[in-house]
């Protein structure tokens, strides 16, 4: 009987961090229902993290929860759709391109075909 067999699998600190951030975005309607996000949104994110002291927000964090959420499934259908992009508080900011459409096409195909 071996001790290793009952350690739990330990959960980086980083992706508990970037949990905790996820779950605090998802009070925003857009990142809930994953529309497409403003270009630059990072900046938002961050500013968001420095304004209520978010611990653990490091630029690590908030990029990973990003890239985690930009590409999940929904959003690259929200992407494919096109049309409006926004900030998190709802308000309009900028058009999703052509070319990000066919990007967005591009890694759905990827998925589908592995």
Same mark, same amino acid.
């Given at each position: 009987?071996?001790s290793?067999?009952? &350690? &739990?699998?330990?959960i980086?600190?980083?992706?508990?961090?970037?949990?905790?951030? @996820?779950?605090?975005? @998802?009070?925003? @309607?857009?990142?809930?229902?994953?529309?497409?996000?403003?270009?630059?949104?990072?900046?938002?994110?961050?500013?968001? %993290?420095?304004h209520? /002291?978010?611990?653990?927000?490091?630029?690590?964090?908030?990029?990973?929860?990003?890239?985690?959420?930009?590409?999940?499934?929904?959003?690259?259908?929200?992407? %494919? /759709?096109?049309?409006?992009?926004?900030?998190?508080?709802?308000v309009? @900011?900028?058009?999703?391109?052509?070319?990000?459409?066919?990007?967005?096409?591009?890694?759905?195909?990827?998925? /589908?075909?592995?």
């Amino acid at each position: 009987f071996s001790s290793l067999a009952s &350690k &739990k699998p330990t959960i980086a600190p980083s992706d508990l961090k970037a949990k905790e951030l @996820n779950d605090r975005l @998802n009070g925003f @309607n857009v990142w809930l229902n994953f529309q497409p996000l403003a270009l630059g949104i990072d900046k938002e994110v961050f500013r968001m %993290v420095n304004h209520e /002291q978010f611990p653990g927000g490091s630029k690590k964090v908030v990029q990973k929860v990003l890239r985690m959420h930009t590409h999940h499934g929904r959003y690259l259908a929200a992407l %494919v /759709q096109g049309g409006e992009r926004y900030q998190l508080d709802g308000v309009i @900011n900028g058009a999703v391109s052509e070319p990000e459409r066919q990007w967005a096409v591009e890694k759905i195909k990827a998925r /589908q075909s592995v």
